[in-house]
């Protein structure tokens, strides 16, 4: 079955109060993964929110936050945050992970192309990379060329060059590969096995899990705050 989910993913809850007077919002089940308006739920000590689109134009590959990770940095200081979008209807799976205020890493492949590559190998990429660079690097004079290549070049994207290069050989030699490193099948393995390790649910379950929804679809971060509305949140359903 296809998936198609965008949002926010914190290991942590808010530890705030807030008293609220507002009736723009219903406590349901949602009928989708990327709903059109802000949706919020807490799982197993963390916090997810959910909404269409909250990843394009607030995640980038710079070092400096966006304002919307600044946002939610704010709100959880001291906690990993993962701002992501997985949707294998049109191909588009990418992250961007935050701890404790600092961009560890974004990703985002769009169709086989890389729109975003900022920071060090995520842990399925690590795992392949060690997997693979300790075969094809027996080989001295695949080793050479590839040193030669690529020698100017930093050790974080050194590797990530080694990745590319290794779906080159593979598709060569006409071996399957599932985790190539365009395909996007590497960050939606990643996305689905963080859902289940944090909050130890698979990504389909969540459609039978109530969440509090807002009557708001859209947000300027550099003027408007997800605060309230995760504390409101909170009010309902903790």
Known sequence: MSL??????IDYLPDSKVHYDSKDFEVSLINQLSPKNLSITFIKNS???LLDKIFFENV?????LTSLEKDISEIFPKSNVWIFVLNDIIDFFGFSRIENGIKIRSKFIGQGRPFLDYGDLHIVEQKIYDEYSEILFS??????????KFEKLDEIEVKKQFL???DKI????????????????????YIENLFEKIIEIKLLDLLEIKFVTF?????????????NYILTAKSQIL
């Open 4 to 9: 198609n989910i965008t949002g926010i993913l």
């Open 164 to 166: 590319v290069f290794r």
């Open 47 to 49: 916090t997810l929110i």
């Open 139 to 148: 080989d001295e004079y695949i080793k050479s060329i590839f040193d030669e």
């Open 170 to 189: 593979l598709n060569k030699k006409n071996i399957q590969n599932n985790f190539a490193y365009l395909s996007g099948n590497m960050e939606s393995y």
């Open 60 to 64: 980038n590959e710079e070092k400096e």
């Open 215 to 227: 009557k708001k679809s859209k947000f300027n971060f550099n003027k408007e705050s997800l605060k």
